[in-house]
Nanobody
Framework: VQLQAFGGGLVQAGGCLRL?????????????MGWFRQAPGKERDFVAA????????LHADSVKGRFTISRDNAKNTVYLQMNSLKPEDTAVYYC??????????????WGQGTQVTVSS
């Protein structure tokens, strides 16, 4: 499966953005989808994941209550709604797909990143 993330940009603190990740292939609905981010000089961190049906989600503690992952299997797309953005949310955001369980950080496919910059 090929993944393409978009929707990043520059936003002021307190603002919001919605990232999208479009997937190719007919089996999108069978994949667990995730979002990760990597800030300059730091390791890549888990942000959120969603089950193949969309009925179960996970969010990192750092984004709980502010970010929401969702998916539309009819459109082969997963979203990350980001509200109340903080400067520390600045990073390159990546979407990923896997056939494994919802939990776990090993993903099979990765998209290119989209830059999110939050100004103070």
């Amino acid at each position: 499966v090929q993944l393409q993330a978009f929707g990043g940009g520059l936003v002021q603190a307190g603002g919001c953005l919605r990232l999208s990740c479009a997937a190719s292939g007919r089996t999108f609905s069978t994949y667990v989808m995730g979002w990760f981010r990597q800030a300059p000089g730091k390791e890549r961190d888990f942000v959120a994941a969603i089950s193949w049906s969309g009925s179960s989600t996970l969010h990192a503690d750092s984004v709980k209550g502010r970010f929401t992952i969702s998916r539309d299997n009819a459109k082969n797309t997963v979203y990350l709604q980001m509200n109340s953005l903080k400067p520390e949310d600045t990073a390159v955001y990546y979407c990923a797909a896997k056939t494994g369980p919802l939990r776990g950080l090993t993903y099979d496919y990765w998209g290119q990143g989209t830059q999110v910059t939050v100004s103070s």
